[in-house]
């Protein structure tokens, strides 16, 4: 598939930047011309891939995330979103509702789920100690 347009994107862990990401890869993706509701569904699913990697990754220490987004000819949107932080150990147990690593924070555990229920795919690769990255797809319809 060919690649009509990327961008690449860093910056520390802090939970001031979330919205920053949010507002970085909606302005990133509206040539398509996306519906309301497709634009506020990529943003809410990028909002909890960023606040893993602040609230879980770096366990709020400081780090740095990585976000690259392309657009590619069929219309889908492919972001992900990337620490270097502590990893998840086990990936299938993270992704099911109400888990959480921070029940002391008052966290949901909802992060993952949120997240697929926004996007038409999402893909989570992580080492432990080396970090996570979170892959999600976004068809704009035409």
């Known amino acids: 598939m060919n690649i009509r347009n990327e961008m ?32 506020s569904d990529l943003k809410t699913a990028v909002s909890e891939a960023v606040t893993n990697c602040i609230v879980h990754g770096y366990r709020r220490g400081s780090g740095t995330i990585f976000i690259t987004a392309k657009v590619l000819e069929d219309n889908r949107v492919v972001v992900k979103i990337r620490d270097k932080g502590c ?26 789920a949120v997240m697929q229920s926004f996007c038409d795919a999402v893909k989570v690769s992580s080492k432990p100690q080396k970090g996570t990255t979170v892959t999600l797809e976004k068809y704009i319809a035409v």
């Open 8 to 39: 690449k994107l860093s910056f520390p862990s802090k939970s001031c930047n979330e919205s920053f990401a949010r507002a970085a890869v909606a302005a990133f993706v509206m040539n398509l011309d996306p519906t309301v509701e497709e634009i």
């Open 87 to 112: 990893g998840i150990e086990d990936i299938k147990q993270a992704m099911q509702p109400l888990f959480t690593t921070a029940p002391d924070e008052e966290r949901a555990g909802l992060g993952f």
